[in-house]
C-alpha cells in the first residue's frame, strides 16, 4: 500500500517553516504609542519642503534659513554645523534657525556668521552675533521678513525632527531667481541632517508562545538613489541574545556595520564589520508581511519595531531595554574582558554555529576572522572540545550532551566559544557565549548497523538496514507520533515500511526507542529491502516519514539514498550475476576449443613425428627423403631430388657464410 496523497505546497510551506503570510496574520503592525524600544535617526538630504536662489548673490550676505519642526519632545540638543565649501569663510553669512525653543549648539569656523534663533544656545557655541528672531506664525511670513531685512534667500529647508544639521555655505548663480518652496525638496547642495525616525510600528503573535523581539529595518527602493552603501552603528543593552535585527535592503546593497553589542542579525544584500572582508548577506522577502513571518519562523513571536526608511548613507539604532524581553537561562555566565570586545561583534555576525536535534556544529572560515588577527585556537566550554584547524576553515562537531552544551532554553543550545589570541607573548583567552537554535522539524537518519552510530545514504539490498526519526519538541513531546514511513524508488511503487508506529509489509520491525530528553522524541525501525527476480535495481531511493501531533500538524522529512547491490561489482552497472557467470563459462569454453583445434592441427600436420618434441622436430633437415614412398612426391606434383651435390669446403673454414635476404 502506497503512502496516502496530500497537497504538496500547504505541507511544504508548514513544514518546512517558510514564511507565508498566512504566519503573519495573527501580528497587525500598529504605532508604537509607548514609550519606543529603539531610537533611530538616519542620514538624508530629502526635506519636507525647501528651496533654493541665487537672489542673494546681488546682497552683502548669504542667507539660510532653517524651519524645524519637532513630532515629539526634542530628547536631546539639536547640533547644527555650518562650513563653507570651498574652505574659506569668503563673504559674509546669516543662518536663521526657528525650532521653537529647543536647546542647540551651533559651530562653525567663520567668526562672523550672524545668527537669529530663538533656540536656548548651549555654552559651545561660537561667539556670533545673535540677534532677535523673527516673530512670524507661517512660512509665508517667514520668507517675507527675510527677503526685508536681507534683500535675497540663498537657501530654505523645512526640518523635521533633526537631531544634526551639516550646513554648507556657498551661492550658485544657476539657482532659480527666487526661492518657492517645493515638497519633498532634495537639499543636497548645501544641507545634510540626520532625523529621528518616530514612524516605529510593533505587533506580537497572538498565539505567542515567548517574548522574543524582533527588530526590522525595511530600507525602502528608491530607483534613482545612487545609494549602495550605508553605514549602520548598533548600540543596546550587554545581555540581548534573545532579541534579532532584521536589516533588509536591495539585493545590490552593502552594510557597513559598527556593532557595540551582542545580538542575532539577519542581513540581505552584502555586509562587512568595522570595514573587514565583505560577506554575502542572505535572501530576505521585500514586503512588510513576509519579513514579519520571517521573524516568526526563527521563533521570535514579538515585533518590537518595524521601521520603514529611505535609503541613507549612515544609520543610528539604539535599541532599549525591553521589560518584556527574557534573559535566557545559562549555567555558566558569560565572561567577557569588556561587553563591546571585537570577537564578539565578529562573531555574532558571523554566526558559525549551526544544531540539529542531537549534534552542534561549528565552522569558521579563518579570512573571516580577519578583524580578529592571529587566532591560535578555538574550543568551546568544555576545553578539551578543541576545533580542527587547517588553512582555511576551523572546524568543530559535537553531540549537545557533550562539550559543555545546556539545553535549558526553549528550542536551544547554549555554549561558548573560547578563543585563544596572542598578547604580550602569552595566550588570552577570550569567551564569546552564544545559543544555537535547534530546528524545529523532523530529522531522519539511516544507519548499517544496530548500534546506530555513523549514519550513512547508502542502501545495501538483501542487507538489514535501521531507521532513527527524531525531533524536538519543548512544548508536548509525548504528543508528537511517528505517522508512517515509505521507500519511493523510481519505476518502482512505493514500499510502506512503518504506519501508526507499527510494522507493514515482509522484513520490517519496529525497535525500541531510547528514551528522549529535553523534549527530544525519537522513533527507531529495521527493514530489508528486496528487489523480486528479475526486477529491475534502481540506482536511488527516497526514505519518506511523516511526523506528527493529534492536531493535524504534520512534519515531513525526506532522505535520499544510494541503493548498492552486494554481489555486483561497485563500478559495473550493466550485467547481473547470471550474465556474468555466463560470460566466464563461454570464455572458457571458447578458449578450450581454440586449443583443441590448435592440437588437431599440429597433430595431422604432415613432416611432424608423434613420437618428437617441437623442439626436436624445427631440428630436423628441411629436404628430408621418402624413398619408402616414392609416389608422395607424384601425389603431390613435386619431382624427387636428384642425388645430393658433394658438399663444397667452407671458404673461411668456419662453415657458411652469413646470406642476407
Known sequence: MGPRSVPLLPLLLALLGRPDPGRAEGCDLQPVTAKPPITLSYATSTV????????SMATGHEVHVLSVKWSKDFPVPLVVTVTPRAGACSRPAVLILLCSRCSANITSPCSDLIIHTDAHLSPETIRAPNREPPMVSSEGQLLAWVLDTY??????????????????????????????????FNAILHLETEVFFHGVKGCSRSDAQNTRAAHIIHLQPEPSSPITEVNLTLTCPQNSVNQMLILQ??????????????????????????????????????????????????????IASYSAIPASTHIS????????????VTTTPLVTSKSLDLPHQVLFTLKPWKCTDETMEIVIVRSHLGPI????NITLRDISCQAEKNATHFMLKSPLSHCGTSLEGRGYANNELILSLPKDAVLQSVRVGFQCEIPRELFLRLFPTA????????????KE?????????????????LKECWLAASGREPVLLVQGGEARGAGVAVLESPTGTHGRKVWRFRFTYTIPEGGHMPFSATLKCKAGLQNDTIFEKDLKVTVKDAWRALNYRGLGLAAVLGITFGAFLIGALLTAGLWYIYSHTPGFQHGASLGEQQHQPQ?????????????????????????QPPANGLGDSPQCH
Not at 540663498?154 to 533633526?162: A, I, M, V
Not at 555655505?169 to 519633498?184: F, K, M, T, V
Not at 539604532?317 to 535566557?328: F, N, Q, S
Not at 538496514?465 to 507520533?481: E, G, I, N, T
Open 48 to 55: 519636507p519642503r525647501g528651496c533654493v536662489s541665487n537672489s
Open 151 to 184: 534683500g535675497g534667500i540663498t537657501s530654505y529647508s523645512e526640518l523635521q525632527d533633526p537631531r544634526k544639521v551639516q550646513l554648507y555655505l556657498g551661492e550658485d548663480a544657476y539657482s532659480p531667481p527666487d526661492c518657492i518652496p517645493q515638497e519633498h
Open 249 to 302: 535592503s536591495k539585493v545590490n546593497f552593502t552594510w557597513s556595520l559598527s556593532l557595540m553589542c551582542n545580538m542575532q542579525l539577519l542581513i540581505s544584500g552584502s555586509y562587512k564589520i568595522f570595514s573587514s572582508v565583505l560577506l554575502p548577506g542572505c535572501l530576505l522577502p521585500d514586503t512588510e508581511q513576509d519579513l514579519i513571518a520571517k521573524a516568526f519562523e526563527k521563533n521570535y513571536s514579538v
Open 317 to 328: 539604532l539604539e535599541i532599549h531595554g525591553h521589560e518584556t524581553v527574557e534573559t535566557p
Open 373 to 376: 588577527k592571529d587566532v591560535v
Open 451 to 462: 548500534d546506530f552510530k555513523a549514519p550513512q545514504t547508502e542502501l545495501e539490498i538483501n
Open 465 to 481: 538496514a535501521f531507521v532513527q526519526a527524531s525531533m524536538r519538541w519543548m512544548d508536548h513531546p509525548a504528543d508528537l507520533q
Open 623 to 647: 629436404h628430408r627423403q621418402h624413398p619408402e614412398h616414392p609416389l608422395l612426391h607424384q601425389q603431390h606434383g613435386l619431382t624427387p631430388p636428384g642425388p645430393p651435390e658433394p658438399a
